[in-house]
């Protein structure tokens, strides 16, 4: 970038400072900013209508916080003192582990938070409800809760790294509240996709999360780029790719009860959806 008429050079930012916790400073007081990589460091560029003055008052209170914090927690892993930026994608992650454990220790209590009631008799498998008189009793939770019942230890592992992946990066640059609003479109999403791909059968997890996040960070970094969501394209491919081979059945032959295709579509296109609309709003702020 160049100075001109909308954008200013604010700030020269060295290799290691801290990008998360400025763009959460710089959100949380409603400064339009550009992070733009240059060298081995960053330039933070402002709109010339924004408050300049708070912007570097900002980046030196994070200076003298690194110079504390490199002091006090000498030895403590660095993902430690992260994890409480990112506060919703964190419960999100024990949600879903406790999700695993509740399936795993107490079966018989998953029938109150999957996407429609059930019962079990006569050894038969389960009974759903008509997904029309489980919500006519008002029971909308069930559009999110599916979303951290995991089915195996794998399942639970999977989707937790990959959430904590990318669901850190949308949390920091989103800002809390709107990183919520789209977890909670993600999984409500996702799992009325799965919905009305399979029917009535039992399904869960925060696959279908995960790919609205890889699909937000996929198509908003396209448009308006940023450090904090620079993930490498293999890793993105990777996961469409993975997408797609359950979609040809093929991983189904090896896990038992199938893969939630309709979860990882519906959550893909939402997410990427999302992706378009904010990262256009931030392009042309």
């Keep these: ?17 801290d990008l998360d916790l400025l763009v959460l400073a710089l959100n949380r007081n409603n400064i339009t900013y550009r992070l733009v990589e240059q060298g081995e460091g960053h330039e933070l560029w402002l709109d010339k209508g924004q408050r300049q003055a ?60 999957t996407f429609v009631d059930f019962t079990l008799a006569n050894g038969q498998g389960p009974q ?28 639970v592992v999977f ?35 799965q919905y009305l791909w399979d029917g009535p059968v039992l399904f869960g997890g925060l696959s279908g999360v995960v790919y609205g996040l890889v699909g ?5 970094n396209r448009i308006a780029p940023t450090p904090l969501l620079n993930v490498q394209p293999g890793i993105i491919y990777m996961l469409i790719g993975w997408l797609l081979i359950c979609l040809f059945g093929i991983v189904d032959v090896f896990i038992q009860g199938g893969v939630a295709n309709g979860a990882h579509v519906s959550g893909l296109l939402i997410g990427m959806l999302a992706g378009a609309l904010a990262g256009r709003q931030k392009s042309q702020s």
Excluded: C
């Design 1 to 17: 970038m160049t100075e001109g008429d909308n954008w200013v050079l604010a700030s020269h930012l060295a290799t290691g400072f």
């Design 54 to 113: 708070d912007a570097q008052q900002l980046i030196a209170q994070i200076e003298k916080m690194a110079v504390v914090n490199k002091a006090l927690n000498t030895g403590r892993p660095k993902a430690v003192g992260s994890m409480w930026r990112v506060p919703v994608t964190l419960i999100t992650l024990i949600l879903g582990v406790l999700g695993f454990f509740l399936v795993s220790y107490q079966p018989g209590i998953i029938h109150l938070l």
């Design 216 to 220: 937000y960070v996929w198509i908003r």
């Design 159 to 193: 989707n937790s790294l990959w959430l904590w992946e990318f669901g850190r990066r949308v949390e920091l640059v989103s800002g809390r509240a709107a990183y919520l609003v789209l977890m909670l479109a993600l999984a409500s999403g996702s799992n009325a996709g």
């Design 128 to 155: 759903f409800v008509p997904v029309e008189k489980t919500f006519a009793a008002g029971e909308y939770w069930r559009f999110v809760t599916p979303a951290f019942l995991h089915f195996g230890i794998f399942h």
